[in-house]
C-alpha cells in the first residue's frame, strides 16, 4: 500500500542514499612490484541491473537511486500488483533525472506485468550484468534456476533468536518481543526462539507479550504446556518463514542445542543471541553460518538503512561477492590499472 506516510519514508530515503559518498572511482588498494610496476585497484559500477520484484513499490525508487549512486543503469520489473504505483514511480524518477542531465534511459521499467517478459529477461546476458531479485522463496527460487546471468538473493529469510542461560531476561523480552512483532512480514523477523533450557522457567515470561498482542506461538512439547493457548509445533514448523505474527518456540541443551538446531534449519540470513557471555557470542559466532550475527539486538537491524548504507536493493546470503545487505558499494566491481615505464 502507497500512503502519505510510505512516500515520506522514500523521500527520507533518497535523502539518506544522497548523503552516501559516491563509491565508485576509489582506489581500494595500491601498491608496487620490485620491478618498478604500479598497482591500483580502483571501484567501477557492475554495469546494467535488473532488479525484479513483487509487491513493494518502495523498490522502485530505492534501487534506483541506488543504482544511480553507483553509476549503474537498471531494468525494473515490478509485481502486477503495485503495477501502476511503480509506473508513476519510474515517471517521476526519469524527469527527475533527465532533468539532472542524466541519460534518459538509466532507470527503465518492463512496461507489462507479463511473466513472459522476465523469462525473456533472464536469457539477456549480452545486455545485463545482474540480476536482483526481491519477493517470496517462489518467485527466487525460479529466477535462480532459470537466469543466465548472475544472481545476487536470498530465497526466504528464517531467522531465530537464542536466549542464553546469561542472558539479561529484560533485554531478552524487549529483543524477542522487537525481532518478531515490529515488523512481522518482512525477511529480517524472527520466526523462530530458542532458549536454554536453564532458563525454561523463564520462557512464559519471553513468551507472554507475544501472545498479549495476538501472535501465535507453536512449540515443543514444554514450551506446549505452558499455555492451553499454545499449539504444538510440527517438524515443518522448524523451516517455514511465516511473514506473519507466528512464532516457533523451542528448548534447546545450552548454545550448542541452539547452533545445531539453526544449522539444521536456518535459510543462512540472520541469528540473535542475547547473552552476558562474551564466550558464549564468540561460540555462537564461529560456529552459526549466516549472513548476520547480533548480540543483544533484534533481528529487524537486518536491513541496509540500519546499517548505514542509506538504503538496500536486496539482501544476500550467497558467499560470492557480497553478502548481507546489498548497498551501493556492493553494487560495484573493479578494474586494475598497471603503470609501467
Given at each position: 500500500?502507497?500512503?502519505?506516510?510510505?512516500?515520506?519514508?522514500?523521500?527520507t530515503?533518497?535523502?539518506?542514499?544522497?548523503?552516501?559518498?559516491?563509491?565508485?572511482?576509489?582506489?581500494?588498494?595500491?601498491?608496487e612490484?620490485?620491478?618498478?610496476?604500479?598497482f591500483?585497484?580502483?571501484?567501477?559500477p557492475?554495469?546494467?541491473?535488473?532488479?525484479?520484484y513483487?509487491?513493494r513499490?518502495?523498490?522502485?525508487?530505492?534501487?534506483?537511486?541506488?543504482?544511480?549512486?553507483?553509476?549503474?543503469?537498471?531494468?525494473?520489473?515490478?509485481?502486477?500488483d503495485?503495477?501502476?504505483?511503480?509506473?508513476?514511480?519510474?515517471?517521476?524518477?526519469?524527469?527527475?533525472?533527465?532533468?539532472?542531465?542524466?541519460?534518459?534511459?538509466?532507470?527503465?521499467?518492463?512496461?507489462?506485468?507479463?511473466?513472459?517478459?522476465?523469462?525473456?529477461?533472464?536469457?539477456m546476458?549480452?545486455?545485463?550484468?545482474?540480476?536482483?531479485?526481491?519477493?517470496?522463496?517462489?518467485?527466487?527460487?525460479?529466477?535462480?534456476s532459470t537466469?543466465?546471468?548472475p544472481?545476487?538473493?536470498?530465497?526466504?529469510?528464517?531467522c531465530?533468536?537464542?536466549?542464553?542461560?546469561?542472558?539479561?531476561?529484560?533485554?531478552?523480552?524487549?529483543?524477542v518481543?522487537?525481532s518478531?512483532?515490529?515488523?512481522?512480514?518482512?525477511?529480517?523477523?524472527?520466526?523462530?526462539?530458542?532458549?536454554?533450557?536453564?532458563?525454561k522457567?523463564?520462557a512464559?515470561?519471553?513468551?507472554?507479550?507475544?501472545k498479549a498482542v495476538?501472535c501465535?506461538?507453536?512449540?515443543?512439547?514444554?514450551?506446549?504446556?505452558?499455555?492451553?493457548?499454545?499449539?504444538?509445533?510440527?517438524?515443518?514448523?522448524?523451516?517455514l518463514?511465516?511473514?506473519?505474527?507466528?512464532?516457533?518456540?523451542?528448548?534447546?541443551?545450552?548454545?550448542d542445542?541452539?547452533?545445531?538446531h539453526?544449522?539444521?534449519?536456518s535459510?543462512?540470513?540472520?541469528?540473535?543471541?542475547?547473552?552476558?557471555?562474551?564466550?558464549?557470542?564468540?561460540?555462537?559466532f564461529?560456529?552459526?553460518?549466516?549472513?548476520?550475527i547480533?548480540?543483544?539486538?533484534?533481528?529487524?537491524?537486518?536491513?541496509?538503512g540500519?546499517?548505514?548504507?542509506?538504503a538496500?536493493?536486496?539482501?544476500?546470503?550467497?558467499k560470492?561477492?557480497?553478502?548481507?545487505?546489498?548497498g551501493?558499494?556492493?553494487?560495484?566491481?573493479?578494474?586494475y590499472v598497471?603503470?609501467?615505464?
Amino acid at each position: 500500500t502507497l500512503t502519505e506516510k510510505s512516500i515520506d519514508g522514500l523521500i527520507t530515503s533518497i535523502e539518506d542514499i544522497i548523503e552516501i559518498p559516491d563509491p565508485i572511482g576509489i582506489t581500494l588498494e595500491k601498491w608496487e612490484r620490485p620491478n618498478g610496476l604500479q598497482f591500483r585497484k580502483i571501484s567501477t559500477p557492475l554495469g546494467v541491473l535488473g532488479v525484479i520484484y513483487e509487491s513493494r513499490p518502495n523498490v522502485t525508487v530505492d534501487a534506483s537511486c541506488l543504482s544511480i549512486k553507483s553509476g549503474n543503469c537498471i531494468i525494473l520489473r515490478g509485481g502486477s500488483d503495485s503495477f501502476h504505483s511503480s509506473k508513476e514511480l519510474v515517471n517521476n524518477i526519469t524527469n527527475a533525472f533527465t532533468e539532472a542531465g542524466l541519460p534518459e534511459h538509466c532507470v527503465q521499467m518492463i512496461n507489462t506485468p507479463e511473466r513472459e517478459a522476465v523469462d525473456y529477461l533472464l536469457k539477456m546476458n549480452d545486455y545485463v550484468d545482474v540480476i536482483i531479485p526481491r519477493g517470496g522463496k517462489g518467485l527466487i527460487e525460479k529466477i535462480n534456476s532459470t537466469s543466465k546471468i548472475p544472481v545476487i538473493k536470498h530465497l526466504d529469510g528464517i531467522c531465530h533468536v537464542f536466549v542464553d542461560k546469561e542472558a539479561d531476561l529484560k533485554i531478552a523480552e524487549k529483543v524477542v518481543f522487537n525481532s518478531k512483532m515490529r515488523r512481522p512480514e518482512i525477511c529480517g523477523a524472527a520466526e523462530t526462539l530458542l532458549i536454554d533450557e536453564n532458563i525454561k522457567d523463564k520462557a512464559i515470561n519471553i513468551l507472554n507479550p507475544l501472545k498479549a498482542v495476538g501472535c501465535e506461538i507453536r512449540g515443543d512439547e514444554f514450551i506446549q504446556s505452558l499455555d492451553k493457548d499454545f499449539k504444538i509445533a510440527n517438524e515443518e514448523d522448524w523451516s517455514l518463514e511465516y511473514l506473519d505474527k507466528i512464532i516457533s518456540a523451542k528448548i534447546v541443551s545450552g548454545v550448542d542445542g541452539a547452533i545445531d538446531h539453526i544449522n539444521n534449519y536456518s535459510s543462512g540470513h540472520t541469528e540473535s543471541i542475547i547473552t552476558n557471555n562474551e564466550k558464549t557470542f564468540e561460540k555462537f559466532f564461529n560456529k552459526v553460518d549466516s549472513a548476520i550475527i547480533l548480540k543483544n539486538a533484534s533481528t529487524q537491524f537486518a536491513d541496509g538503512g540500519e546499517f548505514g548504507f542509506g538504503a538496500e536493493i536486496g539482501i544476500s546470503t550467497d558467499k560470492i561477492h557480497v553478502r548481507g545487505p546489498v548497498g551501493t558499494k556492493h553494487l560495484t566491481t573493479f578494474k586494475y590499472v598497471v603503470n609501467g615505464n
